[in-house]
């Protein structure tokens, strides 16, 4: 009885944070939920964002920014791309102000550099940890 009471809030803790999910069961953004930077641009290059699978905040989206401006509504599993200029772009996570529930209430701000130049394509993972809530990062497999 009291293993089981010691690792029952270790599993409520590890329940939290989230995994990297099989490239096949990821699935693009429906069109309806990406907002900006879907034209192919001249000179540019792609970053692609891949939210991974979880229980925190898994009934809710999270809105992605490019240059501070939401690009697209990301759910959990999802995969968005986006076609950049070339140049360095401020790529960041918010929440959905879309959302009228609590998910779009809460504050979160997360932010990083990509360095983007033409023909390049830059890969990053929107993730949960138990200590740090949601991150935004370069995706290294």
Do not use: W
């Amino acid at each position: 009885m009291r293993s089981m009471l010691i690792a029952l809030p270790l599993l409520l803790l590890a329940g939290c944070s989230s995994f990297r999910g099989d490239p096949e069961n990821i699935r693009p953004v429906p069109e309806d939920r990406l907002l900006a930077f879907q034209k192919t641009q001249a000179s540019g290059g792609q970053i692609v964002v891949t939210r991974d699978f979880g229980m925190m905040g898994g009934g809710c989206y999270v809105a992605i920014e490019v240059d501070r401006q939401v690009a697209a509504r990301i759910g959990v599993g999802e995969r968005a791309t986006f076609q950049v200029p070339a140049g360095t772009r401020v790529v960041g996570i918010t929440p959905d102000r879309m959302d009228d529930t609590l998910c779009g209430m809460g504050r979160l701000l997360r932010e990083v550099a990509v360095p983007v130049k033409a023909g390049e394509s830059h890969d990053l993972r929107i993730l949960s940890e138990n200590r740090g809530g949601f991150d935004i990062r370069a995706d290294t497999p």
